[in-house]
């Protein structure tokens, strides 16, 4: 069983489209990230959010960090067949230095 | 900067037989994590070493499994005797814990096909 629970599982969009996925606990964290993972290559981050409400901006990426801080999402504005990959989320809780990782989701974007 | 640096990136192995997987961290980085990832699931934690020390095997399947962190650098991760359903693919992070929040910097992986 995941703590994050993260959503949609698989996402195909065209290109010029939004998109939002999702990430999911009962679980309350000390700071949650995003990374992309493209086929044959570890996780890259993209993004930590640390305080309740926080919004970052990656370019055409918005970051939203939940009030209670138990939830994020992420928005893609206009996305481009470069944003194709699989979005984790990870969540660090009161044991410093510990990441769990949500299940994914997997973004296709076709020209 | 070099990143992580894992090998063998692919191993092709029986059931029954050993592996070993090797990772050099981003130089200073103390931290250093071993996940295992199956195919279209996000990353699980096996093992998490602080320096040489591990503070956190609990997910770990110690039967089979063994890891290493000699001197706090380099890792060696080893599964001995593989099972059909540890084919996956092993990947290793390191981080400077120690600054207000953790971040994770990945190898490649290693992937394991077991026959």
């Known amino acids: 069983t995941q703590l994050l629970e993260q959503s949609p599982q698989f996402l195909s969009i065209q290109e010029g489209e939004n998109l939002t996925v999702y990430c999911n606990s009962s679980?309350?964290?000390?700071?949650l990230q995003w990374y992309r993972q493209e086929p044959g290559e570890g996780p890259v981050l993209l993004v930590t959010v640390v305080t309740g409400g926080e919004v970052k901006k990656l370019k055409r990426l918005t970051f939203q960090f939940g009030d209670a801080r138990k939830d994020s999402s992420l928005h893609i504005t206009a996305a481009q067949p470069g944003d194709t990959g699989l979005y984790l989320c990870?969540?660090?809780?009161?044991?410093?230095?510990?990441?769990?990782f949500g299940a994914g989701t997997q973004v296709v974007v076709t020209p | 900067e070099a990143g992580v640096v894992q090998s063998p990136r692919y191993k092709i192995i029986e059931k029954k037989q050993p592996v070993a997987f090797w990772c050099n961290p981003i130089?200073?980085?103390?931290?250093l994590y071993w996940y295992r990832q199956n195919l279209g699931q996000g990353p699980e934690l096996l093992i998490r070493?602080?320096?040489?020390?591990?503070?956190?095997d609990s997910q770990l399947p110690k039967d089979r499994f063994s890891a290493e962190r000699l001197k706090g650098v380099d890792s060696t991760l080893k599964i001995q005797p593989a099972e059909l359903g540890d084919s996956a693919v092993y990947l290793c992070?390191?981080?400077?814990?120690?600054?207000?929040?953790?971040?994770?910097?990945f190898g490649e992986g290693s992937r394991l096909t077991v026959l």
């Open positions: 990870a969540g660090e809780t009161d044991s410093w230095g510990k990441l769990q």
């Open positions: 679980s309350v964290f000390s700071s």
């Open positions: 992070a390191s981080s400077l814990v120690g600054l207000s929040t953790t971040e994770l910097f």
């Open positions: 130089s200073g980085h103390n931290t």
């Open positions: 070493y602080e320096n040489e020390e591990a503070v956190d």
